[in-house]
């Protein structure tokens, strides 16, 4: 029977927010922007904690957010990472120590709502805000993300250019958010009506409709030196969307993998990625 309900879920919610467009239009596209933003997991577990415990931590306030951040210090250039969706800072374990054997100061964050951060939502254009902070604070000479993480680190450097970071790793991210919505109507089986009113309520909101939000696009502003990371395989990111990033990055090193997944947890990952940092 909860299987049975998890199942169903999606599709009673997107009748009652449909219902409640005909009465209250404003309410119903705030609801299922703010159902689109929420993730549903990435706290931290217990046996994350002792990891992360090891860390220098520090908490910082931006828009009354209460946004977590580790730091492992070293004398070495400076490596700041942003994890994905639903995530935290212990998915860069393995990575993290593999950078501190080669003498890498690292810095990474929860995302809002994410790890031991406060908050309910998140999307790329907050997630850019808090990244925006925490380089202020920190002056990385690089920046890893992974996922909704490469996202916002692409989007980064489009609407705050920084030529101090030299150098930008993306792991699996995707590209088009009007994909990314075109399936959260499928979902939800909301109607075209209603997702025309959503697209103009996130124009709105953040400047930009669906179809303009596009790292690919973003993508062509990037100057620093890239290494793009995608497999093939991908269920979560489609490959065919790196590849749209690729072609507009103008200095971007593009590795395809085969059945890596969309998390990329492998060591030849981790070496490729430190090979490119030290080249």
């Known amino acids: 029977m909860k299987e049975k309900y998890k199942k169903y879920l999606p599709v009673i919610l997107g009748k009652y927010i449909q219902l409640l467009f005909v009465f209250n239009p404003q309410k119903a596209l705030k609801k299922a922007y703010l159902l689109f933003c929420t993730p549903k997991k990435g706290k931290v577990l217990p046996e994350q904690e002792d990891f992360l415990d090891d860390a220098e931590d520090e908490i910082i306030t931006i828009d009354n957010l209460h946004i977590q951040t580790y730091r492992w210090p070293s004398l070495g250039e400076t490596i700041l990472l942003v994890h994905g969706w639903e995530s935290n800072t212990h998915r860069w374990k393995t990575l993290i120590q593999k950078l501190q054997?080669?003498?890498?100061?690292?810095?990474?964050?929860?995302?809002p709502a994410h790890g031991n951060s406060s908050g309910k939502i998140l999307n790329v254009p907050l997630y850019t805000i808090c990244l925006?902070?925490?380089?202020?604070?920190?002056?990385?000479?690089?920046?890893?993300?992974?996922?909704?993480?490469?996202?916002?680190?692409?989007?980064?450097?489009?609407?705050?250019?920084?030529?101090?970071?030299?150098?930008?790793?993306a792991?699996?991210?995707?590209?088009?958010?009007?994909?990314?919505?075109?399936?959260y109507q499928d979902v939800l089986k909301l109607s075209s009506k209603f997702m025309d009113a959503l697209n103009q309520f996130f124009k709105n909101k953040h400047g930009y409709y669906f179809e303009e939000f596009s790292m690919a696009s973003f993508a062509k502003k990037l100057t620093q030196k890239g290494l793009l990371i995608h497999d093939v395989n991908d269920t979560i990111a489609p490959f065919s969307e790196a590849e749209k990033i690729c072609e507009n990055w103008n200095n971007v090193k593009f590795i395809k993998t085969k059945d890596l997944g969309h998390s990329l947890f492998f060591d030849e990952v981790d070496m490729w990625i430190i090979e490119f940092l030290k080249s």
């Open 101 to 111: 054997t080669n003498g890498y100061n690292i810095v990474a964050f929860d995302a």
């Open 171 to 183: 792991l699996a991210p995707p590209s088009e958010l009007s994909r990314i919505m075109n399936g």
């Open 132 to 169: 925006q902070k925490i380089i202020d604070l920190y002056r990385p000479n690089h920046l890893i993300g992974h996922s909704v993480g490469g996202m916002a680190t692409i989007y980064h450097q489009y609407t705050h250019p920084n030529h101090e970071i030299d150098k930008l790793v």
